[in-house]
């Protein structure tokens, strides 16, 4: 692991309302510099929760966690991260340039840097041509391009990101786990991915961190030591397999086989 | 990327004419029914006097008609103007500190159901008779209430997922406004603008009946009944109509070019 912690978790519980849902119990997680993170669990283990309390969105109930060597509060105030959800969550009053300019707004980047730097997000998507669309003109994956482009957009050092493929078709997910790849390996940032798919986990991570519902805590940590850059062939590689399988047998083990109530 | 969906393209003259023609030839049916069947069902004249009838008393009134038309039309658009933009402010307020505005709700739900034209006469002896004010507040207080339950509703049905994002920025509330609550709200205060417009017409007409000055509109509605002059009483009543029509269709269109990206206006459906 990285001597040079992005994230560092230590002995976060959380707590739901007053009698008490724990989604988070005693959670110790170290993410390194450059690092691609996957939590992957059944429902209701925590993981998007989780997710929120490294970007100050839900606070812990105890515990202590440091984001950039911060608190994560600071972390949040300083811009230290860029968040995708499972839906784009663009705004629909504003076009597709609009939307990834808003952060670059709200920092008070002058028009000339913004549009410079929206251009560069564009190419980095692969969306030149749509920058006068509006939302309801885009696919559902052209719509979550956009969204990576405005999280990356003020070059954040971390990427967080909630079931962003989640909502997509197979085809389309597949596409844009090669594209995030891709980018990853461009701008150098640390990723933590949060799925429910395994065969996604071990394509994108350099670590997967396998996580148990009721209490939700980390069960395992699996390594994955598939070559960059990965392509295609990877997913037909046996090694991916053999990490598929462990990543499925460890999520047994932790008893994501039992029935699960709806989230 | 062939997953684009374009913009619905113009429609072109022949879809218009075929969309409105019916709407057309109803119309058409309608104001022959009113000339002609009337007449022969035997509806006296001072029940609904015929067409012609009531087109003649317009001609023939045309400049007080007229006149009469744009005071009371100044009434209600005062009150429109004031009453909507108290109630945004308000409904801005609201939002913003949500144990006023747990508050203040039931209130101000329970005073939208008040009939408040019933309060037109007290106004009168509040701000005069001859006072447009008389008018224009009954007209502004009937704005107020849609104005004020669309726009905070409108303001706080934001996803929370928006606002997430938002905070991930440390944005602080008056960017959240600006940026986020008021652009969603948008939709719902045009429903609302569109309802105040009629209202504020009803405000200011029923403002007009308890007593105003002899040119308003209301008044003249009034004095033609008394008069048994039911033909001017109609052109009246239609010159009213027309008002309230155009208010409306000016604050729809309006609605066409603020909300050009909402889903019920890039659709074409109303």
């Known amino acids: 692991m990285s001597t040079e912690a992005v994230v560092s978790a230590n002995g976060i519980s959380k707590t739901f309302g007053k009698g008490g849902v724990t989604a988070l119990e005693n959670i110790d997680l170290e993410v390194g510099s450059g690092e691609f993170v996957s939590l992957i669990g059944p429902s ?6 989780l997710l929120r309390v490294i970007g100050d969105l839900v606070e812990p109930s105890s515990g202590e966690i440091l984001v950039n060597g911060k608190t994560a509060h600071r972390a949040r105030l300083d811009r230290d991260y860029g968040i995708v959800f499972q839906a784009a969550v663009l705004y629909d009053w504003r076009t597709v340039t609009k939307n990834i300019a808003l952060p670059l707004e709200l920092l008070d980047w002058s028009r000339a840097r913004r549009t410079a730097r929206v251009a560069e997000m564009l190419d980095l998507v692969e969306l030149n041509g749509f920058e006068k669309h509006y939302p309801w003109q885009l696919s559902g994956g052209m719509q979550q391009r ?18 962003p493929f989640g909502a997509l078709d197979e085809m389309t997910r597949e596409r844009l786990n090669a594209e995030l790849l891709r980018i990853w390996a461009e701008i150098g940032s640390t990723v933590i991915f949060v799925t429910h798919s395994i065969a996604e986990a071990v394509y994108l991570s350099t670590r997967v961190v396998v996580m148990s519902a009721r209490p939700g805590r980390i069960t395992s940590v699996i390594p994955i030591d598939l070559a960059q850059p990965r392509t295609f062939e990877t997913r037909e590689d046996p090694r991916f397999f053999e990490l598929v399988t462990q990543v499925r047998e460890a999520l ?9 109530p709806a989230e | 990327m062939s997953t684009i969906a374009q913009p619905v393209a113009e429609r072109s003259g022949t879809d218009h004419v075929r969309k409105w023609a019916p709407a057309l030839v109803v119309f058409g049916i309608g104001l022959a029914a009113w000339q002609w069947l009337l007449p022969v069902l035997g509806v006296e004249r001072y029940l609904l006097p015929p067409l012609s009838d ?34 945004f ?3 801005l307020v609201l939002a913003r500190w949500r144990p006023f505005g747990n508050a203040l709700m039931p209130y101000m739900i329970a005073a939208n159901a008040v009939p408040i034209v019933a309060f037109a006469p007290i106004t009168n002896a509040w701000f005069g008779t001859l006072s447009p004010w ?10 107020f209430f849609p104005v004020l339950v669309n726009t905070l509703r409108g303001l706080t049905s934001v996803r929370p997922e928006s606002l997430e994002l938002m905070r991930s920025y440390a944005a602080p509330q008056r960017v959240v406004f600006a940026r986020l609550r008021i652009p969603t709200s948008l939709p719902f205060v045009f429903t609302a603008l569109k309802i105040a417009s009629v209202l504020a017409m009803i405000g200011a007409v029923v403002g007009d009946y308890f007593g105003g000055s002899t040119e308003a509109l209301g008044v003249q509605i009034v004095s033609s009944v008394s008069l048994a002059q039911y033909e001017t009483a109609w052109a009246a009543i239609l010159v009213a109509s027309l008002i309230g029509i155009a208010f409306y269709a000016t604050v729809a269109l309006a609605e066409r070019l603020v909300l050009s990206w909402h889903p019920s206006i890039r659709a074409g459906v109303e």
């Open chain 2, 134 to 143: 008389s008018k224009i507040v009954i007209a502004a207080v009937l704005c």
């Open chain 2, 89 to 91: 402010l308000l409904a």
């Open chain 2, 54 to 87: 009531v087109l003649q008393a317009f001609w023939d009134n045309r400049s007080e008609l007229l006149n009469a038309g744009w005071i009371t039309f100044k009434e209600a658009f005062g009150g429109f103007l004031l009453g909507c933009s108290v109630a």
């Open chain 1, 146 to 163: 956009v969204s990576i482009a405005r999280a990356l957009s003020f070059s954040p050092a971390l990427l967080l990101m909630d079931e």
């Open chain 1, 252 to 260: 047994h083990a932790g008893g994501a086989d039992a029935e699960e």
């Open chain 1, 44 to 49: 209701g283990c925590g993981k998007s929760t």
